[in-house]
C-alpha cells in the first residue's frame, strides 16, 4: 500500500485538487461546489500527497454559520426572522456559503413554517446528519 502523508494544501495544488473533484463527481454521480479553498470560509485544507509529490486526495473543513436563538419571545424571535436577509448579506461578505438552522425534531412542527419564510428549505431527506463533539477530552 502507498503511504500518503497529509500536508496544508496550496495554490499549487489547486488543478490537481480541481482534477480530484471532478472525477469523484463522475464516480458518484454528483455535482457538488468544489469552493475556494484558500478563502475565509475554509478552517483547513489538506491533501493526501504521495512520496513522489502526487496529490491523491483533499479533505477540507467549511466554516458554516449556524443560526441559534436564546430566548423565548415571540415578537423578538419575528423581528429576527425580519432581519435575515441583512444577516445573510453580511455572512456573504465574510465568504459564508451556508446558514445552517438545526431544530430538535420536537420543535420542528412548530418552527418550520417561520423558518421557511425566512428563506430556509428542510433538508431532513437529502442529507443524513453525523457530528463529533470536539467539546469532551480528545
Known sequence: MRRITLRQAT???WPAIQRLHLEHQAAQGTNYELPDLFGRSIAIALVGVEASGTVRNCIYVETIAE???VGCDPKA???C???IDGLSYVLKL???R???CFVPRQLKPMI???LRRAGFVCVDRELAHFAKDLRGKA
Request: aromatic content about 20%; charged content about 45%; overall charge positive.
Open 11 to 13: 495554490r499549487e495544488d
Open 67 to 69: 443560526l441559534r436563538f
Open 77 to 79: 424571535t419575528a423581528f
Open 81 to 83: 426572522r425580519r432581519e
Open 94 to 96: 465574510h465568504g459564508f
Open 98 to 100: 451556508w446558514l445552517e
Open 112 to 114: 418550520q413554517k417561520p
